[in-house]
């Protein structure tokens, strides 16, 4: 049997309502504080992702999945988004309309990492980004907007951690003594590190090897190097989270995985996810439009797996109510129902599914169809509602009607057609009505609608 690729899978419908009320939660609260999605392709130029995220990162070297077409051009599947909204930014001069230009995505994302739990090679993020904002009150509000979500979501206790990694200027003085540092303690680094050392010396810091640890502990800290701006920058930045009551712990270890971060990167963990416990990730990328050919435009944003925010809201406090509910199943009672079947199962024919009915419906068939249009007829009242096509039992039926989770079942037999009624059932109050049919739909206006699904 062939099965998804490791590192993918698939949503099934006993999990896709999570990732409905999910995103409609992310969406909820983006336009809140007034983001517009936008949506990018799933695959770019490769050359997007090395020019920004950076040729030396474990996302370029490692964990693209590129590809050539049949033209002959470098592809690859996104892994991450802050580099195509960049893109689809200078292309389409979203910079000569009002600044801030306030954008999040939700999407698939691709990485070849050792599958564990909490990360995948097909993973989904939602992200947020401001362009065209140097303020540092932009990136409180994308830190807020990143707390205000996990909160809503019922993860309480999650851990706000912020550093600077300062700009091209100032990190360049840091990167020599850092260098130095660690060229003078390079037998006790791991080899990974010893490779990094030369080309992305910042990314020894964060290694989570215990030797490596050891050594990074008394490495000099970048909040010693950062310039005068990069400096009242990181104070406004402080200053407004205490004010904002957003308590936050600074880790001059975090440097995160990307080159394309200036100024403010910043985490969000939630503990109790264990190894892979960063819900959201994030910074300032002041310099990465201009990378791309566009002008000068300041960035800041954020981007959160979805797979590990809904393993963390399956162990928080407001789980998401998986229940499939079905507002209405109508049942109608036609001779084919009564006869269930017919046929001789074949070896092969699912024992569940009755052999196949005529194709076209009969000159007895009008209750089914009678019962086929008030599907329709419920349907257009924004109610939802199905039916059995197979026609089985009242039995399978009624059966089938509380595994959907209906709230009510129509039901119409020979004697109910005649004398044009229909019983409304309330499968959870357990009372029964003959309606007439003509004013079935005052009597689902009246008695059912405004108490449909909610989210
Ligand atoms: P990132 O830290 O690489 O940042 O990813 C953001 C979040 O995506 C992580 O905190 C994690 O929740 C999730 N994530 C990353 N890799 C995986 C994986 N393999 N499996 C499951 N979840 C994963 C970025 O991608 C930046 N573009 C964020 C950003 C936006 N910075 C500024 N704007």
Redesign the pocket.
């Known amino acids: 049997m062939l099965r998804a690729p490791r590192g993918t899978g698939d949503v099934l419908p006993s999990e896709s309502r999570k990732w409905i009320c999910l995103e409609k939660v992310l969406r909820e609260i983006s336009f809140k504080y007034n983001f517009e999605e936008i949506r990018t392709p799933v695959f770019e130029h490769t050359e997007l992702f090395s020019r920004t995220v950076g040729e030396s990162t474990d996302i370029v070297e490692k964990e693209m999945y590129t590809f050539e077409d049949k033209g002959g051009r470098s592809l690859t599947l996104r892994p991450?988004?802050?580099a195509p909204v960049a893109r689809a930014f200078l292309e389409h001069s979203l910079g000569q309309g009002p600044l801030p230009q306030k954008l999040f995505y939700i999407g698939p994302m691709f990485?070849y990492?050792k599958p564990q739990a909490?990360?995948?090679r097909e993973?989904h993020?939602y992200?947020a980004?401001i362009l065209g904002s140097p303020s540092p009150y932009s990136d409180v509000e994308i830190i807020a907007l990143a707390v205000d979500i996990a909160e809503s979501l019922g993860l309480t206790g999650t851990k706000l951690v912020i550093n600077s990694i300062g700009c091209p200027v100032c990190r360049e003085r840091y990167r020599g003594d850092l260098i130095k540092y660690l060229s003078a303690r390079s037998d006790a680094v791991c080899e990974d590190c010893r490779k990094r050392l030369s080309k992305n010396p910042l990314r020894v810091l964060d290694c989570k090897n215990v030797s490596c640890k050891a050594v990074t502990s008394g490495a000099p800290s970048m909040l010693d190097y950062l310039c005068e701006d990069c400096q009242k920058h990181w104070e406004g930045l402080r200053e407004l989270l205490l004010r904002m009551g957003l308590s936050y712990e600074v880790d001059t270890s975090l440097v995160?995985?990307?080159d394309y971060y200036t100024k403010t990167v910043f985490?969000l963990k939630w503990p109790p996810l264990g190894a892979q416990d960063?819900?959201?990730?994030?910074?300032r990328?002041d310099g990465l439009v201009e990378a791309l050919g566009g002008k000068h435009t300041p960035g800041v944003?954020?981007?959160?797996?979805l797979?590990?925010i809904l393993l963390a809201v399956e162990k928080g406090e407001k789980p998401f109510r998986e229940e499939r509910a079905l507002d209405f199943f109508v049942i109608a009672l036609g001779q084919e129902t009564r006869l269930d079947g017919g046929e001789k199962a074949s070896a092969t024919r699912d024992e569940r599914i009755p052999a196949a009915q005529n194709a076209a419906p009969g000159a007895d068939d009008d209750i089914f169809r009678r019962g086929f249009f008030l599907v329709r007829e419920i349907r257009s009242l924004g109610l939802s509602c199905d039916f059995d096509p197979l026609r089985r039992s009242l039995k399978a039926q009624m059966k089938q009607a509380d595994r959907l989770n209906a709230r009510y079942v129509a039901i119409l037999g020979e004697e109910e057609l005649e004398k044009k009624m229909v019983s409304i059932r309330s499968m959870k109050e357990g009372w029964q009505k003959e309606i007439p049919l003509e004013s079935v739909r005052d009597f689902i206006e009246k008695e059912v609608l405004g108490r449909g699904n909610q989210c």
Not at 301 to 305: E, L, N, R
């Open positions: 991450e988004g802050t990485r990492e909490g990360r995948y993973f993020q992200g980004e995160r995985g990307l985490e960063a819900v959201a990730g994030g910074g990328y944003g954020f981007a959160m797996g797979e590990r």
